[in-house]
Structure formats: structure tokens, C-alpha cells
């Protein structure tokens, strides 16, 4: 973590129910206890060293589950459509609305139609704010306010160009580098051990 500039967590396999404290509902996939766990610490490593980090789907849920929050395991038994799972390789198209004075507000404007591919959403997330929602109600992003940079999305910004998201974080990563002339260094953590370098 000390070469770190920045954290993104990234989509993947459901939490496992139980890390936040509840019961495998039927549709809940086959959980990744060593990345659940991997993530957990990278998390808290990264967090005490006031590093920025971006959560992507997954990792906006890993997120609040850090935090001590919970997951709806099935979001389409409470908004009754499978609008932002579509399903296979698909993405859903969601109208989101931001809060405008928020960090993520300022950095893509108060709506945007995002690209999701998630069954679950977060249910609650102690000491982040609610920053995003869809249509139907769903949270599609969080933050912690003020601070370093520390910012969910449900959604996934890489499949549609979200430059505005991506360059806060560099922006945030800039900060945050021992060496203000440096160039932050883009590495992607793909799992326990493994990184790989960034273009």
C-alpha cells in the first residue's frame, strides 16, 4: 500500500451475506471469501492512510459493507423489474439523479445515464452519504463527506466514458502522492498478491 496513490475496488462476485450478518437469500451467487476478505483490508489500509478511493458496483457495496452497512441481496424482489441486471453479458441503462452539491455532483452534473450490471444494492451505509438515485429508488452512489476522496458508484463508469469521475480521482491521487511532481503510478489490483501496471 505504501507505492499506493489511489484504491479502486472494483465490480465482481456478491459479498458474502455473511459479512454483514444475514442469512444467503436463494439468488445470492456463489460468494469469494478470500476477495471479500482481501478487500476488506485493503479497505481499511487505505482509508487510515487517507488514500482515495473509488468503488465500482461491487466495490461500492464492499464499501458500505466495510462501514458496517447491508446489502439487498435481490433488488429485483423490491423494485420488482430486472432493469439494472438485464442479464448475461448485458448492461442496463439507468437514468440516475446526483445531488448536485455533492462530490460526485460536481465532477459528472446532477443526472446521468449510467451503465449497470448489478442484482444487489446497498441497503444502508453508516458515515457515507447518499448521493445518487434511480427512477425506482434504488442507491446508486455513495461518498464520504468531506475528507479525502471516497466515492461509490453502482454503476460501471468504464463502460461508458466517464471522464469526469475518472479525472477526480486522478485529481484526488495527485494530492494524496508523497511527491506532488510525481506521477501517480496506475496499478490494478486483480486479487490477494497479484497487481498488474496500468497504461
Known sequence: MARLDALVVAGGADVAPGAYGEPVHPRTGA?????????????DAALER??????????????????????????PDVVEHDGHDPGG?????????????S?????????????????????????????????????EALERPGG?????????????????????LVQAARGACADPGARPEVRFQTGPGESAPGA
Open 31 to 43: 460468494p469469494r471469501p478470500d476477495r471479500d476478505a482481501w478487500e476488506l483490508a485493503l479497505l
Open 50 to 75: 487517507g488514500l482515495p478511493v473509488l468503488g465500482v458496483c461491487r466495490g461500492m457495496q464492499v464499501m458500505a459493507v466495510h462501514a458496517g452497512g447491508a446489502l439487498e441481496q435481490h433488488l
Open 89 to 101: 453479458d448485458g448492461y442496463g441503462d439507468v437514468e440516475v439523479r446526483i445531488e448536485p452539491t
Open 103 to 139: 462530490r460526485l455532483g460536481l465532477l459528472v452534473g446532477p443526472t446521468a445515464t449510467v451503465s449497470c450490471h448489478h442484482h444487489q444494492a446497498v441497503r444502508s451505509h453508516p458515515g457515507y452519504a447518499a448521493v445518487a438515485w434511480a427512477d425506482d429508488g434504488t442507491l
Open 148 to 168: 479525502a476522496f471516497a466515492v461509490g458508484v453502482q454503476w460501471h463508469p468504464e463502460v461508458v466514458a466517464d471522464a469526469g469521475l475518472f479525472a477526480g
